[in-house]
């Protein structure tokens, strides 16, 4: 499924109220064999009209269900601080904690 169709399914056409023009759609490793994970780079004003822009990650089950992980997900003062942001999480492995438990533990990749 393509990431934009994974957020879609979570969040169906609701915007974030904070960052509500979407920039980019794209996936990260998936946790395991039986998950997907997008991710949506989106930008908006903050609360002093400063520029803000929000990382939001979903996760895609086996079964076709998806779910926020708020633990990721994350809002930065500039874009290239997002683009940075989500090129780490493209770095790192990750491990499962549990169908019904969103709580990621970062691992980091071993280099050879």
Known sequence: MRARDIIKKEYGDD???MTPHVLSY???PPVDKAIERAYELSEGTGFEHE???GVSIVNLFEDGTTARDWDI???C???QE???YIQSLKN???FHGGRNRFQ???QPKHRD
């Open 77 to 79: 003062r500039s874009k």
């Open 73 to 75: 997900s994350k809002m």
């Open 82 to 84: 997002a683009e940075q």
């Open 26 to 28: 794209g996936k990260l």
């Open 104 to 106: 990621w533990q970062r």
């Open 51 to 53: 520029p803000i822009f």
């Open 15 to 17: 915007k974030n109220f």
């Open 92 to 94: 790192q492995t990750w």
